[in-house]
């Protein structure tokens, strides 16, 4: 069965730095492209970042764009998300979402996320 | 930037049906993925590639697409279905995932 996990979600003063990371099982993680969504409490789903299978191309949102980097370690079968600079407007729920491979660029599994909370 | 546009809500009686709309411009070149979403816990897909189903996924749920407008149909609406739905697409042009705002829908 496929399970992603988050962690290293938290309280941070804006300016201030976290990486997430989110362990895969259950799947063959380096056949599929991984994605970061994040979501405000109540309000909807926002896409933050996309990686291919070996993390040699990348995408982010433009609200994200030079602030946060995302990788991967197929090694281990986790996939991060540094988040530097970090602004009040940036917290929100993230959570690690697979794509299905199958072109359509569909999200087929989600973990159940990790809360980051940016204080002023 | 590309952007899809959903209705804040849908309200339909039990047994009746449901269809949620994503407008999108020229989103019938597009692919278009539907998620579920109900309180306090992740997405699931219940359409991708516009009308397929995966494994799951009942019969009830349908998805189309043309034009300007996708849509989700969800027949013989349930209780059990009342959650907050997203269309999604793939915006090719700058390698984004773009998602639509949701449409909560309450069974009455």
């Known amino acids: 069965e496929v399970h992603l996990v988050e962690s290293g979600g938290g309280l941070r003063q804006s300016g201030g730095s976290l990486r997430l990371s989110c362990a895969g099982s259950g799947f063959n993680f380096r056949n599929y492209w991984m994605n970061w969504v994040r979501q405000v409490s109540g309000k909807g789903l926002v896409w933050v970042s996309r990686l291919n299978y070996d993390g040699s191309v990348s995408s982010y949102a433009d609200s994200v764009k030079g602030r946060f980097t995302i990788s991967r370690d197929n090694a281990k079968n986790i996939l991060y998300l540094q988040m530097n600079s970090l602004r009040v407007d940036d917290t929100a729920v993230y959570r690690c979402?697979?794509?299905?491979?199958?072109?359509?660029?569909?999200?087929?599994?989600w973990g159940r996320g990790t809360l980051v909370t940016v204080s002023s | 930037s590309y952007e899809l546009t959903q209705p804040p809500s849908v309200s339909v009686a039990p047994g009746e049906t449901a269809r949620i709309a994503c407008e999108g411009k020229?989103?019938?070149?597009?692919?278009v993925n539907w998620y579920r979403q109900k309180a306090g816990q992740a997405p699931v897909l219940v359409i991708s590639y516009d009308s397929d189903r995966p494994s799951g996924i009942p019969e009830r749920f349908s998805g189309s697409n043309s034009n300007n407008m996708a849509t989700l149909t969800i027949t013989w609406v349930e209780a059990g279905d009342e959650a907050d739905y997203y269309c999604h697409v793939w915006d090719g042009t700058n390698d984004h995932q773009i998602f639509g705002g949701g449409t909560k829908l309450t069974v009455l």
């Open positions: 979402a697979r794509e299905d491979g199958a072109g359509a660029m569909a999200i087929d599994y």
């Open positions: 020229n989103i019938g070149g597009r692919i």
